[in-house]
């Protein structure tokens, strides 16, 4: 079972940053990664809709022999209480909260996200169970998936409207800023340049290696114990003339081999 790949899927790019992450902290692993590029975005879909296609990207992954499936995802992780499964199945939330509430000093979180993340409320339940004391804002920024997946992240345009959606934001005094969308930590940069150096920023999909440690830990979780690199997968449900190409950008220096086009529903 050690050997067996663990799946990662995102409605497009944005599960790179999951990807990557993991990869760097687990070299050894086998993974497969699926963009629903036929469907992207999830963040505008309804609760219904998004949790159909969370049940279809699981259940293709589980056909490729995976051990454990993170859900790279902040949209489909909102609805994954909705699905049962016999394997691991990692949602971007759960960690991404847990990191928020050690990161705070004056517990005024802000969340930036979909509109489906934001209106879930996920993170803001969870933070409210971890402190009730803490102040949470939340903002959906549903322009900013479309601009990354359009490679537009080093632009002025992208650069205006990330100022106008963090604004509301900075004038209540977070000091710590969820990037409740796991393409958001492509635009970190950007980000960075208008919140400033001292509000900490939590990539919620850096987190899940975290939590996959320790159950590798607990033996939850087989490791792979090959001590050989781990292969990588690629596979998208869409032809994209640009996915390519900015997925070897957010991957680099890691390659990115040849995508395959698969059918999940």
């Known amino acids: 079972m050690s050997e067996r790949p663990i799946g990662v899927f995102d409605s497009g790019l944005g599960g790179l940053t999951v990807l990557k992450a993991l990869r760097e902290n687990f070299p050894h692993e086998n993974f497969i990664?699926?963009?629903?590029?036929?469907?992207?975005?999830?963040?505008t879909k309804s609760p219904?809709?998004?949790?159909?296609?969370?049940?279809?990207?699981?259940?293709?992954?589980?056909?490729?022999?995976?051990?454990?499936?993170?859900?790279?995802?902040?949209?489909?992780?909102?609805?994954?209480?909705?699905?049962?499964?016999?394997?691991?199945?990692?949602?971007?939330?759960?960690?991404?909260?847990?990191?928020?509430?050690?990161?705070?000093?004056?517990?005024l979180i802000g969340i930036i996200?979909?509109?489906?993340?934001?209106?879930?409320?996920?993170?803001?339940?969870?933070?409210?169970?971890?402190?009730p004391e803490f102040k949470i804002y939340q903002q959906a920024c549903p322009l900013l998936v479309p601009l990354v997946e359009e490679g537009w992240d080093d632009d002025p345009i992208t650069n205006l409207i990330i100022y106008r959606y963090l604004s509301p934001l900075m004038a209540v005094k977070i000091d710590t800023l969820i990037m409740g969308c796991t393409h958001y930590p492509i635009l970190k940069e950007a980000i960075r340049k208008v919140v400033g150096p001292n509000v900490e920023l939590i990539d919620s999909g850096a987190s899940v290696s975290e939590k996959i440690e320790s159950d590798f830990q607990k033996n939850i979780l087989?490791?792979?114990?090959?001590?050989?690199?781990?292969?990588?997968?690629?596979?998208?449900?869409?032809?994209?003339?640009?996915?390519q190409a900015q997925a070897q950008r957010i991957m680099a220096p890691m390659p990115v081999k040849k995508l395959e086009l698969v059918d999940v529903f």
């Open 33 to 43: 990664y699926l963009g629903d590029t036929a469907r992207i975005p999830y963040g």
């Open 48 to 107: 219904r809709t998004i949790s159909k296609y969370l049940e279809q990207n699981v259940n293709f992954l589980k056909t490729k022999n995976v051990k454990a499936v993170v859900v790279a995802c902040n949209s489909a992780s909102s609805v994954v209480h909705a699905i049962t499964s016999d394997i691991p199945i990692y949602n971007v939330i759960e960690p991404g909260a847990r990191a928020a509430a050690r990161a705070t000093q004056n517990n």
């Open 113 to 131: 996200a979909t509109r489906a993340t934001v209106a879930g409320r996920n993170y803001v339940t969870r933070l409210e169970e971890i402190n």
């Open 222 to 243: 087989a490791p792979n114990h090959s001590g050989l690199t781990g292969d990588i997968s690629f596979m998208i449900t869409d032809t994209s003339e640009s996915f």
